[in-house]
């Protein structure tokens, strides 16, 4: 059977790169070069050993845009190295570039586009509350690895001098780090 695994939040700490709310191409370069600085939590990466000994397919699903695929790919191998030694391919889905859809449409879609259904996945895991609740609600089992939802939705960040909320930074409708145009 299937564990789905989130990753952003779920496996690696996302304090470094969620300040990026890749509006323009500068934030595009920083939140790149961040995917490869985050931190992993170890404690899921440690159940994940244990469920690929017991031979479950670990697959990732995450919210992360395509452009980043080769850095997340470094990321895995380098933070989850059982896969490669017990020679396990990583299967990772991400959203298209460009797809704006929140996170509880598009993960369960790929998903079901994938052919990992509720009855042949053994569980999900996922940081975010709404979408834990997405998963559960298509009959998914989903175990929500924090507390409330996602850290970094409520987290604040410095730049140029000014502190913003996440929120506020993807609400933003020009980049004030850089004079790039909005992606």
């Keep these: 059977k299937y564990v789905v ?3 952003d939040g779920t496996i690696a700490d996302i304090q470094k790169m ?11 370069i920083n939140f790149k070069e961040a995917c490869d600085t985050c931190l992993p ?3 899921i990466i440690y159940l994940l ?10 697959v990732f699903c995450t919210a992360r845009p395509e452009i980043v695929r ?32 929140p996170d509880n449409v598009v993960k369960i ?13 053994f569980m999900v895991l996922e940081d975010k509350a709404e979408v834990t609740k997405s998963w559960r609600k298509a009959g998914y089992r989903c175990m929500q690895v924090t507390d409330g ?6 987290t604040t960040f410095d730049i140029n001098g000014r502190t913003y909320l996440l929120q506020e ?4 409708k020009a980049c004030e780090v850089c004079d790039a145009k909005p992606i």
């Design 109 to 121: 879609l790929m998903m079901e586009a994938a052919g990992i259904t509720p009855d042949n996945t």
């Design 5 to 7: 695994v989130d990753i």
């Design 49 to 58: 050993d244990v469920l690929s000994r017991d031979g479950k397919t670990i």
């Design 70 to 101: 080769q850095n997340t790919l470094i990321w895995i191998n380098t933070h989850l190295p059982f896969l490669k030694e017990r020679g396990i391919e990583i299967t990772l889905y991400m959203r298209k570039d460009g797809d704006e859809r």
């Design 149 to 154: 939802d996602t850290p970094s939705h409520n």
């Design 41 to 43: 939590h170890d404690d």
């Design 18 to 28: 969620a300040k990026y709310p890749l509006e323009c191409e500068q934030d595009v």
């Design 169 to 172: 930074l993807k609400d933003r």
